[in-house]
């Protein structure tokens, strides 16, 4: 197994958008849910949104309405993208494929 990569993490200001990538195998990808998590200082990981291998997505309340999650199966990559960001939303941002390929994570901060 090929360890996820994700990228697109940065600095943006609240009411902003910014989009973040995890890419891996396109064997790995197609065959299992791939899920984004996000873990802020002091808090305990959560679960933002996955997709499954056949498009089905869902999402935590928080974020419902503003985040969207896609696969894009040639590029070997899924995408979230992240609108109307709230300070809230600060936190390194996890790609999780199937039950425990982990990605290191990218940072996104949003600014008040």
């Known amino acids: 197994q090929v360890q996820p990569v994700e990228s697109g993490g940065g600095l943006v200001q609240a009411g902003g958008s910014l989009r973040i990538s995890c890419a891996a195998s396109g064997s790995i990808f197609r065959r299992n849910v791939v899920a984004w998590y996000r873990q802020a200082p002091g808090k305990q990981r959560e679960m933002v949104a996955d997709i499954t291998s056949g498009g089905s997505t869902s999402y935590a309340d928080s974020v419902k309405g503003r985040f969207t999650i896609s696969r894009d199966n040639a590029k070997n990559t899924v995408y979230l993208q992240m609108n109307s960001l709230k300070p809230e939303d600060t936190a390194i941002y996890y790609c999780?494929?199937?039950?425990?390929?982990w990605g290191q994570g990218t940072q996104v901060t949003v600014s008040s």
């Open positions: 999780k494929v199937g039950f425990g390929l």
